[in-house]
């Protein structure tokens, strides 16, 4: 069987046609798409080509790893009903922004009420800023002092939906307010950087955004989509809130191995919200992290227990993180089982990488432990990525990403595969 496996991806030919290499960034990032920057994001071009294929009007879509809602807009705007869920609060607050269409009268008149708030501050505005010192490591007293001003006006929002939307705003300036280093994915600090101005950043940033909705609103009211639904639940990916056997289509890109990287690139947001009060907390949330124990490990793929054997003469510890992240990985595949109609489809948008020198073949995995509950192979595809807000090279010796000008630095994500699989 696994020879089988690794023989099929060694046929498995660049299909140009799923570059998407002439889409633009105004492409990618059209209607809501573009409200919030997300790592490692797929581009919805390959979500409504999956959506297009493998359902028609009506049918129900999942994505058991929500991220920031590229699924359920695209579901939603093509008049299916979608269900997400993810482990992060950040991504569960954005998806939330992004998929609820608002009525432009109605959020431009709340936009005008806080922007004429908003250009009242001075230095004499009483403003209670919050106490905490991950938040004074990365912000500075006077973009703090504004940051906290603005907070505190959106939190005077009545309609959930609203503040919702304002709040999604309201993260997406917070690394530009900071001393984060601009360019980079990882938390470092650049003393250099002269923060953003926070209201002037923000009122630019929701002009963007109302844009964007405006064009949602009147996209599903033409199509008479607004009533399709399409909701987001922040829960573990192994419980899902769907009935057995009442899925069409699964569409999602699990995070990687080290996908305790994601609750650090969502620092900000979870401080300034209060999703959390303590960052390595935060950490122990996403799934295949050093941090969950290490009983009852069923990998149920023979390559994955080779890749650990292998690992585990290099560096114990980097083992057990990847045999945790197999074996969550396969429950997570159980309750997808569990809940597509038979000859419903699942796409997983996956890409390989290396630990350690060791290569990590997730494709191959996930396809061998899927097959192993009962699945089969519908269609393999192997795409170029031509770009992705995705540091894209790792430190050969760690894994962990490294910057471009690094010696030991390897492409992490040059191409990336999308399994279909069938029960």
């Not at 926070?198 to 989509?225: A, D, H």
């Not at 890109?253 to 303590?278: G, N, R």
């Not at 060791?358 to 432990?369: G, H």
Request: glycine share 4%.
């Amino acid at each position: 069987m696994t020879n089988n496996i690794t023989s099929h991806f060694d046929k498995t030919k660049i299909d140009p046609s799923w570059s998407f290499s002439d889409k633009t960034r105004k492409d990618t990032a059209y209607i809501t798409h573009g409200y919030h920057r997300y790592p490692a994001k797929f581009i919805p071009q390959v979500v409504s080509r999956l959506v297009e294929r493998y359902t028609k009007l009506g049918d129900l879509v999942v994505d058991p790893f929500g991220g920031c809602g590229t699924t359920l807009v695209e579901s939603k705007v093509m008049g299916r009903s979608s269900v997400a869920v993810d482990i992060n609060p950040v991504a569960v607050l954005i998806t939330k922004a992004k998929i609820t269409p608002i009525n432009p009268a109605k959020i431009e008149k709340e936009f005008e009420n806080i922007k004429i708030r908003l250009e009242a501050y001075n230095e004499k505005t009483k403003v209670k800023a919050p106490e905490h010192e991950r938040i004074d490591y990365w912000f500075k007293p006077e973009e703090k002092r504004k940051l906290a001003f603005i907070f505190a006006e959106i939190s005077r929002i009545k309609d959930q939906d609203v503040q919702d939307f304002f709040f999604c705003g309201f993260s997406n300036i917070l690394k530009n307010c900071s001393i984060w280093l601009q360019k980079s994915n990882k938390p470092t600090r650049d003393f250099e950087k002269k923060p953003s101005d926070p209201v002037k950043t923000f009122l630019k940033q929701i002009k963007m955004m109302l844009r964007g909705n405006e064009r949602l609103f009147e996209m599903l009211s033409e199509r008479k989509y607004l009533k399709v639904p399409s909701k987001v639940v922040c829960t573990d990916a192994r419980t899902i809130p769907t009935r057995d056997n009442s899925v069409n289509l699964i569409v999602t890109s699990p995070p990687y191995v080290t996908s305790y990287e994601y609750a650090d690139l969502h620092q900000l947001t979870a401080l300034w919200l209060e999703y959390t009060k303590d960052i390595s907390d935060f950490r122990k949330r996403f799934i295949g992290t050093s941090y969950h124990s290490k009983k009852n490990l069923t990998l149920n793929s023979s390559i994955a227990e080779n890749i650990r054997k292998e690992l585990l003469v290099i560096d114990r510890k980097t083992a057990e993180e990847v045999s945790t992240y197999f074996s969550e990985m396969n429950q997570v595949f159980t309750e997808m089982k569990r809940m597509l109609k038979k000859g419903g489809k699942t796409c997983i948008v996956v890409g390989n990488t290396s630990l350690q020198g060791v290569k990590i073949l997730n494709a191959e995995v996930f396809v061998e432990q899927l097959q192993n509950l009962g699945l089969k192979v519908a269609d393999i595809i192997k795409r170029e990525i031509p770009s992705k807000n995705l540091p894209s090279v790792r430190d050969k010796k760690t894994g962990k990403f490294a910057s471009i000008t690094d010696k030991n630095k390897v492409s992490a994500y040059p191409t990336e595969y999308i399994l279909v699989m069938e029960k």
